[in-house]
């Protein structure tokens, strides 16, 4: 018997190149390309990833603590807006009120100015403008009946003693202060006249 074998064993393929490429075969630029004396070890590669995991962690804590201050700032701008509006609208609120109130006393003004122009009473007057109250006015006065004027006095007769005249002289000690000149003269102008028992008719 013969001692070689029939077929010798197949040798195994030699290892293959480590591939420069990517994926899909193409050449990583000579920047991104490791020389010998850069690889790593698989302990270094961890250590690597865990000291970038603690820096995630540190920028996600940074984050969430920005996150919330951010959240707290947009809550006091909103607040401090809600006490602007507020104040605005209670600004605004005021003004309107002193316009009405200047609207008002101004509507009072011409009322007064327009009755005694046109001689009606104020409160008779409807109307906030000028020419609505004069238009008012002027409608009044056409109702209201217009007293004819007294005629004058001159050529309608004598005229009588004046209404009220001079006081009367009722008792006799009124006399005792007087003078004899005087009591004539009142017995003249007809102020004893009562004293005396006198009638006019």
Do not use: C, Y
Request: net charge negative; hydrophobic share 40%.
């Amino acid at each position: 018997m013969s001692t070689t074998p029939a077929n010798p064993p197949a040798s195994a393929p030699p290892p293959a190149a480590p591939e420069t490429g990517t994926p899909t075969g193409e050449t990583l630029p000579e920047s991104t390309q490791l020389s010998p004396s850069e690889t790593l070890t698989l302990a270094q590669a961890l250590a690597e990833i865990e000291r970038q995991k603690g820096f995630a962690r540190t920028w996600e804590t940074r984050s969430k603590e920005n996150h919330a201050k951010a959240v707290k700032f947009d809550e006091s701008v909103a607040a401090q807006l809600t006490k602007e509006e507020a104040l605005a609208a209670q600004l605004a609120e005021m003004q309107g009120k002193l316009t009405a109130r200047e609207q008002a006393d101004e509507a009072k003004r011409l009322a007064a100015e327009v009755a005694q122009t046109h001689g009606v009473p104020v409160s008779a007057l409807r109307g906030t403008t000028l020419e609505e109250l004069e238009a008012h006015a002027l409608e009044l006065k056409a109702l209201i009946p217009v007293t004819p004027a007294a005629p004058p006095a001159q050529g309608q007769g004598p005229v009588g003693d004046p209404i009220g005249g001079e006081a009367q002289i009722t008792s006799a000690a009124d006399l005792d202060n007087m003078t004899p000149q005087q009591i004539e003269a009142a017995r003249k102008a007809g102020k004893l006249d009562a004293l005396m028992g006198i009638t006019t008719s």
